[in-house]
């Protein structure tokens, strides 16, 4: 197979693990060790990778590829996206709180108002969590977290993502300082009313 009909991303290849070949992996599943459940794994120019042994290591997966004879062989792939086709994943349509990464990018993001503010760039994962990275206005890329609070609605039929844009970090609160600026005498401090003593 050179290439997939509709490829959904389901790791990325890490930093060699040792001198026999083994890989740091990135797994996107809900179950890492189950990256080896779904047959072999795809690159974007077609090769194929058929996993043989796989072991869990703090946050990601230690993975032998049938293909990857040697650390030099390992460093190679380091930073290389794996695919399958989505035939190949479960039909999981009674989960609406599970979502795959491809059905999130490209969507439209709408705020409270429901006008149409961006579209979802990617979606990234640096350890504390998933994380949308939304285009602004055509160019501004910005960070927001994926979580209930900051994106209450997604509509994969409707194609759109409908954020909270405080809850997510696009708009300051009330007590928020816009600038940065230094401390205003006339601005109530953050905390209780009656922290730093009384007025």
Known sequence: MSKLNNPVQMAVIGAPHGIKGELRVKAFTADPLALGDYGPLFTKDGRS???IDIRPA???VVVRFKQV???????????TELFVDRSALPD???DDSEFYHADLVGLTVRDE???EIGKVAAVQNFGGG?????????RKQVLIPFTQAAVPVIDIEGGFIGIDTLAAGLVEGEDDDP?????????RPRG??????SR
């Not at 998933?130 to 055509?138: A, V």
């Open 92 to 94: 999981d349509e009674g």
């Open 69 to 79: 004879k040697d650390r030099n062989a390992a460093e190679a792939l380091t930073g």
């Open 179 to 187: 600038d940065g600026e230094d401390f205003d005498s006339e601005r």
């Open 192 to 197: 209780p009313r009656n922290a730093g003593g």
């Open 58 to 60: 703090n946050t990601v």
């Open 49 to 51: 990778f058929e996993i």
């Open 130 to 138: 998933d994380i949308l990275e939304l285009t602004l206005g055509g």
């Open 113 to 115: 108002t429901g006008a």
